[in-house]
């Protein structure tokens, strides 16, 4: 049962705000308004002055399970009274074998090793390295090309933020990675729009792939990394039978596959992972944020079997893979993440965001005659509202929505240029989508 206790006391707002630089954030303006937060409960935040702020953004597209579960927390504590810090070079905690298991288990079959990080940022990297690596203990160290996707995010690291596709996180750092290439993005507003799931239209843009071996040779390419839906870009999922596409490709032409999953996993589109929701098994997997409710930082990378078992191989007491992280399976967020699968399973709530789908892209798509709305997309608990942009000021209606929406209307979403994106916890009610949507139709009319 969800915890129940009363919402936390307000709190003193802190006098100075200029020493802390905000990542992903206009500073000057957030500290002309500030959006503070003082606590969490379920499905909502509570501001420093205490006004109750429904959370239609699960946080960053973290916390599946909602806020403050106690059941996290005190393992949490529990943990950090036993165990605060076990070094995870040379050295290992019971908790992240448990945990790996687990993981492990939840996977499509094939994907039976996890390799642990503490971000999705972290999760990409380590996954660009190992397929590297692969490929060299493997007699093909040609193979160095790494192939992203336009509108694609996999986080800030430089191996993420080379492939990655959207102009703005890229443009102030130079040329980054060598040798990355991008495929075309999936979405195409003309055939796609107001689509329900996954587009009917668009499996054909993974043939590009075909071109950049061709332009390349397979024998150069390394990896394919992309999300099965790309969600920091504002919710593009994935056109039907792209993903399978991809897959074939990939095989034919020994390029490894990898799925981003640290947004739709963990229940986001209705299942643990979206690779089972379309029957794709990719040889690795990166994972973050539901994996502890985002109670504690987290994330990883599900490997296949055959490329795992590639690298034990020569002396026993030698290092197989020179990569890692000080923090990679810190007890504390081992704790968390088994707490957080713990209600996962109890709660089922996967199977919960599977049959509230169709009823909250219903009710999502009821938006569709407001001002301005030019698209809106939805794949399980998830959706994007394109928004026209005012002109010459791209991206002004949306932060002037985001600001509407938390002093205005009690409401917390995410922003993507001028496209909101509602990615609410899978523990919201049918009422509780009503509540969202007629609050973000206030929004839309407030900024048209």
Not at 36 to 43: E, I, N, R
Not at 181 to 205: I, M, N, S, V
Not at 334 to 343: E, G, H, K, N, Q
Not at 375 to 387: E, F, H, K, M, N
Request: proline share 5%; charged share 20%; hydrophobic share 40%.
């Amino acid at each position: 049962m969800l915890d129940k206790s009363p919402r936390p006391a307000a709190v003193n707002v802190p006098n100075d705000l200029a020493a802390h630089w905000m990542p992903f954030t206009a500073n000057r303006a957030f500290k002309k308004a500030p959006r503070l937060l003082a606590g969490a409960k379920d499905m909502h935040y509570f501001t420093v002055d205490g006004r109750k702020i429904i959370d239609a953004a699960s946080g960053m597209w973290c916390t599946n399970a909602g806020h403050g579960r106690t059941q996290i927390s005190a393992a949490i504590a529990k943990m950090a009274e036993t165990l605060d810090y076990a070094p995870p070079f040379q050295f290992g905690i019971p908790q992240a074998f448990e945990l790996a298991s687990r993981i492990a288990d939840l996977a499509p079959r094939g994907l039976d090793h996890v390799f642990f990080c503490n971000s999705g940022s972290e999760a990409a990297d380590t996954a660009l390295k190992i397929a590297l690596a692969y490929h060299q203990i493997q007699g093909q160290g040609t193979r160095t090309r790494l192939i992203g996707r336009e509108r694609g995010y996999h986080g800030v690291g430089f191996g993420g933020t080379s492939v990655g596709g959207i102009v703005n996180n890229r443009k102030m750092f130079g040329t980054l990675l060598a040798g990355v290439d991008h495929l075309p993005h999936t979405y195409d507003r003309e055939k796609q729009a107001f689509t329900k799931g996954e587009p009917e239209y668009g499996a054909h843009f993974a043939d590009e792939l075909e071109r950049l071996v061709n332009l390349h040779g397979a024998s150069t390419i390394a990896a394919v990394i992309v999300e099965p839906m790309a969600g920091s870009t504002g919710v593009l999922p994935a056109p039907k039978g792209y993903l399978k596409r991809l897959r074939e490709i990939t095989q034919k032409h020994g390029i490894l596959l990898i799925f981003d999953e640290v947004i739709t996993g963990y229940g986001r589109l209705g299942y643990a992972f979206a690779a089972e929701r379309y029957g794709v098994l990719p040889d690795m997997l990166t994972f973050a944020k539901g994996i502890t409710n985002g109670a504690a930082p987290m994330g990883g990378v599900l490997v296949r079997d055959t490329i795992h078992d590639a690298f034990m191989s020569g002396p026993e007491h030698v290092v197989e893979l020179t990569h890692g992280y000080t923090y990679s399976a810190h007890p504390l967020a081992c704790a968390a993440a088994l707490a957080t699968l713990d209600i996962y399973r109890d709660e089922k709530l996967f199977e919960r965001a599977n049959k509230l789908e169709p009823k909250f892209a219903d009710v999502v798509m009821s938006l569709r005659s407001e001002p301005n709305v030019l698209d809106i997309r939805t794949v399980g608990l998830t959706a994007g509202i394109d928004l026209a942009p005012r002109p010459d000021q791209i991206g002004k209606r949306g932060f002037d929505a985001l600001n509407s929406a938390f002093h205005d209307n009690d409401l917390m979403l995410r922003v993507a240029g001028d496209t909101l994106a509602l990615t609410p916890p899978l523990i919201i009610s049918e009422d509780q989508i009503g509540e969202v949507v007629t609050k973000v139709a206030k929004v839309i009319r407030a900024v048209a």
